[in-house]
């Protein structure tokens, strides 16, 4: 039995798939297995595979469903004490995994373990995102997902029995919903070393993204509500202003005003420079400009990440 099943979730990911394979040699372990679930790509993704790691096992979906649905398929085969994640287009740096395991072989205590992350821009500029562990957790969640939830955590698969897999009708925010029903009643330490890189990938879909914020925020209202009225209002203006940003990046502007409306009237007074967003929209829509687009690609202050 390996000790270690990694798990990566693919999608026509021919391009970007050898550098992800690369780091898992870099990890100087051998007890692990590589379980690939491919959520019905049509390219060489699969063939990339097999020739760099012929070991390699594949859970194939035959139609698209999400990366939630790929990772669950290819967690359904895996036979290791842990479980680690990688996205395709990421990867992990020398040491992680070995660091990880570290950890939790000597905190039994602890359900997961992430690490921090090096987020690395189209443009080759880097942004070091080096997390400490807040006095809960859950709460953090509530409020954003300051690891990457999609390819820093490692996790004993014992946990499965009681959190459950990903959830499926969450196309986007699947990651961010995972690690929040985790930490309701599990512990989580993430490590302050910057033990993986994370590529900038473009914006997620955005019809998606608005379906999965209704569907995040129906799952986790009362978790909001308990930490107060204030902080429930607080959560679910951040969580429609985050989708505005999606629509606006995606140039569909009319549906990000609408998003952004929401946001506002959950708590017109939390973001209030965002106000600005609601005249450039406008005139992006009326003219054709992409001026909001821009500051968006920029990381300005309208920017999420």
Not at 97 to 124: K, V
Not at 206 to 225: M, V
Request: hydrophobic share 40%; glycine share 6%.
């Amino acid at each position: 039995m390996p000790q270690i099943s990694i798990i990566i979730p693919v999608f026509n990911r021919a391009h970007c798939m050898e550098r992800a394979l690369a780091s898992l040699h870099q990890q100087g372990l051998n007890n692990w297995e590589l379980i690939i679930g491919d959520d019905a790509s049509t390219d060489a993704t699969w063939n990339i595979v097999q020739r760099t790691i012929p070991a390699a096992r594949l859970s194939r979906l035959e139609v698209n469903s999400g990366a939630a649905s790929a990772r669950n398929a290819a967690i359904k085969m895996a036979t290791g004490e842990f479980l680690a994640f990688l996205d395709s287009d990421d990867e992990w740096l020398p040491g992680k995994l070995a660091a990880q395991i570290d950890f939790l072989e000597n905190h039994p205590d602890y359900a997961l373990c992430a690490t921090s992350h090096i987020f690395q821009r189209r443009d080759g500029r880097r942004r070091e995102v080096v997390v400490h562990d807040p006095p809960d957790w859950t709460a953090q969640l509530h409020r954003g997902q300051i690891f990457h939830g999609a390819s820093t955590p490692l996790l004993r698969r014992s946990i499965l029995e009681k959190v459950g897999l990903q959830d499926e009708s969450l196309r986007v925010l699947e990651d961010w919903d995972w690690m929040l029903r985790i930490s309701q009643n599990h512990k989580i330490h993430v490590l302050p070393d910057l033990l993986t890189l994370i590529h900038e990938n473009g914006p997620s879909d955005p019809d998606f993204t608005r379906l999965s914020t209704e569907r995040f925020l129906t799952k986790h209202g009362k978790d909001f509500l308990s930490l107060g009225e204030k902080h429930k209002i607080n959560m679910e203006s951040q969580h429609w202003e985050n989708a505005a940003r999606c629509f606006f990046r995606h140039s569909r502007n009319r549906e990000g005003m609408e998003c952004l409306a929401k946001s506002f009237q959950k708590n017109p007074t939390r973001n209030p420079a965002l106000l600005a967003a609601f005249p450039l929209a406008g005139w992006d829509h009326i003219f054709g400009t992409r001026i909001l687009r821009s500051l968006l690609a920029k990381r300005s202050g309208l920017s999420i990440v």
